[in-house]
C-alpha cells in the first residue's frame, strides 16, 4: 500500500472519529469550551491557554476569562481544575447577567478542611454577599489536594445548586436557594491571588470546560419556603443610599430619611441591601437608614437580636444607643458573617408607638440586616 493511500485513509479514520465523537456529544447535550476557541474572552495579568499535562488548559493568576456567547440557565457544568496550597480563591461565575450581577462559586485552596473551603455568594452590582450566604447557605468543607486535576460539577434547577467537587455522585455543597431569581445568562472562570501572597506561575489551571443544559443528574431535595420564625422583623422602611465616612455615626445623616421604601425581609429575617438598593456609579462604603415602629404595651426595657454587615449604630426615638463595626479584618480573624448572634440590644421603649431606626454601612463582603424580638409579649410590629 503506496504512503499517500496510507495518508487518505488515516485521513478519512480521523475525520469519521471527530465526526462520531462529536456526534455523540451532541446526543449528550454537551457543548465543550476548548480554549482555543476565539469567543473566550480574558481580562487580567498573566492568563495563558496552553497544554499542560497533557491537557489543553488555562492557567490564571489574576484575571477573568469570559463565554459571553453562552445563554445556560439550568443543567450541568462540568470543569477540571488544579490549584496550589497557597492563599488564593478560585471562581466559576455563572448566569451572568452583567459583569456585575451573577452567581457566584469559588474554592479556597488555603483553607482545605476548614468549614469554608467553599463558598457560593449572589453577586449584586459588582458587590459579593459572602457574608451573607454562610453554614447551610452557602459554605462547606471539602479537602483540596493541590497539584493534582480535580473535577467540578455544578448542577442548577430553579433556585438550587449542587456543587461536587471530585465525586460526582455526592455533592459537596448544596445550595437550597439561590440569591437571584433563575435566569439564562453567561459563564465565566476567575482566579485571584490576594496582594502579597508570593506564587510562582499561575493559581489555578483549568481544563475540559463543557455544559450540558437541560441535563440534571441530581435528585433535589423539595425546598419548600421556610416559615417565618416568631419575632423576626418581616418588613422595613429602607432610606436612598448615602456615602459614608469612616468615622463613629451617631446622628442620623442628613437626607437619609427623604425617601424611604417598603422592603420584605427573607424568611429568615434578611435583607440584602445590595440586591435591593440601586446604588449609583462608583459608591463604595455606602450606608441606608433602616427604620421601624414598634408599639410597646407599656414603658420598659425590651431586647432586640441584630445580624448586621459591616457596621452599625441603633437609634430609638432619635437617641443613639448602640453601635458596633463588625468589619471583615483578616489580620484579627473577623469574617463579619451576619447572624442573629452579632449583637443584643436593650430598648428603652415608651408606652405606645416608638421609631427604631438603624444605619448600616458596607465596607466588604456584604451589605444587610436581620432583626428579631425573642419575647414579643407587650410588642408589636407596626407595618408601614
Do not use: C
Not at 221 to 243: H, K, L, N, Q
Not at 304 to 313: A, C, E, I, N, V
Not at 350 to 357: D, K, P, Q, T, W
Request: charged share 20%; glycine share 10%; hydrophobic share 45%.
Amino acid at each position: 500500500m503506496s504512503r499517500f493511500i496510507r495518508q487518505v485513509r488515516a485521513g478519512l479514520t480521523a475525520v469519521i472519529a471527530t465526526a462520531v465523537s462529536s456526534s455523540a456529544a451532541a446526543q449528550a447535550g454537551q457543548t465543550a469550551l476548548p480554549f482555543t476557541d476565539a469567543a473566550w474572552s480574558f481580562r487580567g495579568d498573566s492568563i495563558r491557554a496552553e497544554p499542560f499535562e497533557g491537557r489543553a488548559s488555562l492557567g490564571i493568576r489574576n484575571g477573568f476569562a469570559y463565554r459571553r456567547d453562552v445563554r445556560f440557565e439550568d443543567g450541568t457544568i462540568d470543569v477540571d481544575v488544579m490549584t496550589t496550597r497557597k492563599r488564593s480563591f478560585v471562581y466559576v461565575m455563572f448566569r451572568m447577567q452583567t459583569d456585575s450581577g451573577y452567581e457566584d462559586f469559588y474554592i479556597r485552596p488555603h483553607k482545605s478542611g476548614a468549614p469554608d473551603a467553599l463558598q457560593y455568594a449572589p453577586v449584586y452590582q459588582q458587590n459579593s454577599a459572602w457574608q451573607l450566604y454562610h453554614g447551610a447557605d452557602g459554605t462547606a468543607s471539602a479537602e483540596i489536594e493541590p497539584g493534582v486535576w480535580t473535577r467540578l460539577r455544578i448542577v442548577l434547577r430553579g433556585r438550587q445548586a449542587a456543587i461536587f467537587l471530585g465525586d460526582t455522585t455526592k455533592p459537596a455543597l448544596l445550595i437550597p436557594r439561590l440569591g437571584h431569581e433563575p435566569r439564562a445568562g453567561y459563564l465565566a472562570l476567575r482566579g485571584f491571588l490576594p496582594a502579597g501572597v508570593a506564587v510562582s506561575g499561575p493559581v489555578v489551571r483549568f481544563a475540559n470546560v463543557r455544559i450540558r443544559p437541560g441535563h440534571i443528574p441530581f435528585a433535589f431535595p423539595a425546598s419548600p419556603e421556610r416559615a417565618a420564625t416568631p419575632g423576626i422583623v418581616p418588613v422595613w422602611m429602607i432610606g436612598e443610599p448615602f456615602v459614608a465616612t469612616d468615622s463613629l455615626i451617631n446622628a442620623i445623616p442628613a437626607g437619609a430619611t427623604a425617601r424611604m421604601n417598603r422592603v420584605e425581609a427573607l424568611s429568615n429575617g434578611l435583607v440584602e441591601l445590595h440586591r435591593l438598593v440601586p446604588l449609583k456609579p462608583g459608591m463604595r462604603n455606602v450606608g441606608a437608614l433602616a427604620r421601624l415602629m414598634v408599639a410597646a404595651d407599656s414603658a420598659g426595657v425590651y431586647r432586640m437580636d441584630l445580624g448586621f454587615s459591616d457596621k452599625l449604630t441603633a437609634f430609638v426615638n432619635g437617641r443613639a444607643i448602640f453601635h458596633r463595626d463588625d468589619a471583615y479584618d483578616y489580620g484579627n480573624r473577623r469574617d463579619g458573617l451576619v447572624g442573629y448572634s452579632q449583637a443584643t440590644v436593650f430598648l428603652p421603649l415608651r408606652a405606645g408607638n416608638n421609631i427604631l431606626e438603624f444605619v448600616v454601612t458596607d465596607v466588604f463582603g456584604g451589605w444587610g440586616l436581620m432583626g428579631r424580638f425573642p419575647d414579643m409579649r407587650g410588642l408589636r410590629v407596626v407595618e408601614p
